[in-house]
């Protein structure tokens, strides 16, 4: 039973477009959302989290936002850069007394286009 | 400071035959956890430690997995015997001790890929 999942393994974007990665997930214990990075031969690098209180999180070019009723998060990107390109891994976490089971996603392969 | 090392980067063994992926994580880091990918696939949970005590297993797959973390630092996970099925990449990550609030940040190693033949 996946609990994250990402429907799109792959999305095209031309550079300086926007860069839109959706997430949606199935546990509504999950309190904490993240997205990491993932070049190749390299382990995924976390990229930006939102905690389920807030409904937008903005880190320079990227932006997250939560649907909570709609169990849905996305990832904006503006602009998109070639270097953007990289696997990106939708992340979720239930807070339980300091230990938290973080579960991933399935991944989308984002390619921009110069 | 150093990031998370796991070694051998790659490691090809014929079915039935045992690995050993070694995990170091960062310095001061009380949790470490190991993933797994399947090509394709999910990046999914197998373990957590805290220090040296496992905190949550249930993602292990079956008995032909061990995994230790002796003295509270390097981990390792032992495949024997191995089978087909158990070719992926295995990530270890590790974080330090969680406060009252915020999210679980995990930093990863770059993964020890296992090709089973």
């Known amino acids: 039973d996946q609990q994250v999942k990402q429907n799109s393994p792959s999305l095209s974007v031309q550079e300086g477009r926007i860069s839109i990665l959706n997430c949606d997930y199935t546990?509504?214990?999950?309190?904490?959302f993240l997205w990491y990075k993932k070049y190749p031969a390299e382990g995924p690098t976390f990229l930006i989290s939102i905690s389920s209180i807030k409904d937008k999180n903005e880190d320079g070019r990227f932006t997250v936002f939560l649907n909570k009723s709609a169990k849905h998060l996305s990832l904006h990107i503006v602009p998109s850069q070639p270097g953007d390109s990289a696997v990106y891994f939708c992340?979720?976490?239930?807070?339980?007394?300091?230990?938290?089971?973080?579960?991933f996603g399935t991944g989308t392969k984002l390619q921009v286009i110069p | 400071e150093a990031g998370v090392t796991q070694f051998p980067s790659h490691s090809v063994i014929e079915k039935g035959q045992t690995v050993t992926l070694r995990c170091d994580p960062i310095s001061g880091h009380d949790n470490l956890y190991w993933y797994r990918r399947v090509m394709g696939k999910e990046i999914k949970f197998l373990l957590h430690?805290?220090?040296?005590?496992?905190?949550?297993e249930s993602g292990m797959p079956n008995n032909r997995f061990l995994a230790e973390r002796t003295g509270g630092t390097y981990s390792t996970l032992k495949v024997q015997p191995a089978e087909l099925e158990d070719s992926g990449v295995y990530f270890c990550?590790?974080?330090?001790?969680?406060?009252?609030?915020?999210?679980?940040?995990?930093?990863f190693g770059a993964g020890s890929r296992l090709t089973v033949l």
């Open positions: 546990n509504s214990m999950f309190d904490y």
């Open positions: 990550a590790s974080s330090r001790t969680l406060g009252p609030s915020g999210a679980n940040v995990l930093t």
């Open positions: 430690f805290v220090k040296e005590s496992k905190q949550d």
């Open positions: 992340a979720a976490s239930p807070y339980s007394g300091g230990y938290q089971k973080v579960t």
